[in-house]
């Protein structure tokens, strides 16, 4: 693994109130999707945060995104030895993610660089940022 972000995550129910809130504080939105936002603060935008629908929701409160430079590299290493609870896809247009969950149920999702036409990836930066799951 390189040293690259680590993203908080939150499941919720309510994704367009919560949108709208973190707008109205002056977040910026930095990615979305149908069933997902990441917002950065305003003045900062390596503190971010990141929300799914609840639907997403594995058996943990709490999801960690750690963006790695190699997303395909580090499925087939942890793929070989742990049972994945997300096997590698399409998170947005661009960006290929997988999970694993750690022995206390903390799910950990591995996201590579986002790639797009005529950039053929966004390096990552180096940031922890949190991610909260609420239940409702």
Known sequence: M????AAP????DRLEET???????????????????ELAWPDDL?????FHEATI????????????????????????????????GEDGPGRRVFAVADPNGVMLEFAGPV???GNPAVPPRAVLYPMVMSAG
């Open 2 to 5: 390189t040293d690259v972000p």
């Open 9 to 12: 995550l939150v499941a919720t």
């Open 19 to 37: 949108r709208a809130f973190y707008r109205w504080l002056g977040f910026k939105v930095v990615q979305a999707g149908p069933d997902r936002v």
């Open 46 to 50: 390596d503190r971010r945060i990141a």
């Open 57 to 88: 929701v594995a058996t943990s409160t709490v999801s960690l995104r750690l963006e790695v430079a190699d997303v395909e590299g580090q499925y087939r290493r942890i793929g070989a030895v742990h049972t994945l609870a997300a096997k590698l």
């Open 115 to 117: 790639r797009s036409v």
